[in-house]
C-alpha cells in the first residue's frame, strides 16, 4: 500500500493563478481531510469528506474548493491564488469507523504564492 | 469551539534523559480523543501515542507515555530515554467521539524538541 500520496510535493504560483493539489489513498478510507500548516503553527482543517459525493467545509474554507468523485481522490482547488495561501498542504484519511478513526497523513505540499 | 494550547514553543534535553511536553485543551464535550503527533524535519506527520477520555488509565508506548488529567483538561506527553531520533516538533491534538469520526483534528501550536548529545 502507497498509503496516502499527495503531488506535486513543490509548487510557486503567481498572484491570481489557479491550481488543483492532488491527494489519492489506496486503503479505501471513507473519510479524506484537507490541513493546511502556516509556519510555526499547529494544522488547520479546510475541507473535510465523509465519502464520494459529500463534503464539507473546516475551520478556514475561504479561498478553496475540494470535490470528492472517488473514494480514493480528494483533490483541493486553489482559485486566485493569494499571498495568504503560502503553507503546506496536508491530506489525510481514515476509517469511518473503530475507536480512534486515525488519520493518516500524506508527505505534504509546499505552496509558495509570490 | 475547541481549543488545544502548548505553552512551550522549545524544549532541549539531554541524549538519555527524560522531557516532558505540556498540552492543555479546551472543551465542552465529555467524549473525546487526545493524541500526541511528531513531524521530523521530512514533514511527515507520525502519531506517536493516543488517549480516549473515558479512559483513566493512562497510555503508554515504549518510552512514551501520556499524563491525562481530564478534570484539568491537561495531557502531557512524557519522553523517556530520549534519543537523538526524537528530535522533532511534537504537535498535541484532540478530535470529539462521536458523529462517526468525521471531524477533523484541532492541533496545538507544537513544542520543538531539541536533543542534545
Known amino acids: 500500500n502507497a498509503g496516502v500520496t499527495q503531488t506535486p510535493k513543490f509548487r510557486i504560483l503567481k498572484i491570481g493563478q489557479s491550481m488543483t493539489l492532488q491527494c489519492a489513498q489506496d486503503m479505501n478510507h471513507n473519510y479524506m481531510y484537507w490541513y493546511r500548516q502556516d509556519p510555526g503553527m499547529g494544522l488547520k482543517l479546510i475541507y473535510y469528506?465523509?465519502?464520494?459525493?459529500?463534503?464539507d467545509k473546516g475551520e478556514v474554507p475561504n479561498g478553496y474548493n475540494v470535490s470528492r468523485s472517488t473514494t480514493e481522490d480528494f483533490p483541493l482547488r486553489l482559485e486566485l491564488a493569494a499571498p495568504s495561501q503560502t503553507s503546506v498542504y496536508f491530506c489525510?484519511?481514515?476509517?469511518?469507523?473503530?475507536?480512534?478513526?486515525?488519520?493518516?497523513f500524506g508527505p505534504g505540499t509546499r505552496l509558495t504564492v509570490l | 469551539a475547541q481549543t488545544v494550547t502548548q505553552s512551550q514553543p522549545e524544549m532541549s534535553v539531554q541524549e538519555a534523559e527524560t522531557v516532558t511536553l505540556s498540552c492543555t485543551y479546551d472543551t465542552s464535550e465529555s467524549d473525546y480523543y487526545l493524541f500526541w503527533y511528531k513531524q521530523p524535519p521530512s514533514r511527515q506527520m507520525i502519531l506517536v501515542i493516543r488517549?480516549?477520555?473515558?479512559?483513566?488509565q493512562n497510555a503508554t508506548e515504549n518510552r512514551f507515555s501520556v499524563n491525562f488529567q481530564k478534570a484539568a483538561k491537561s495531557f502531557s506527553l512524557k519522553i523517556s530515554d530520549s534519543q537523538l531520533g526524537d528530535a522533532a516538533m511534537y504537535f498535541c491534538a484532540y478530535k470529539v467521539a462521536g458523529r462517526g469520526g468525521a471531524d477533523g483534528l484541532t492541533f496545538g501550536k507544537g513544542t520543538h524538541l531539541i536533543i542534545q548529545p
Open positions: 488517549q480516549e477520555a473515558y479512559k483513566q
Open positions: 469528506s465523509v465519502g464520494a459525493g459529500i463534503t
Open positions: 489525510a484519511s481514515s476509517y469511518a469507523s473503530g475507536t480512534y478513526n486515525e488519520q493518516f
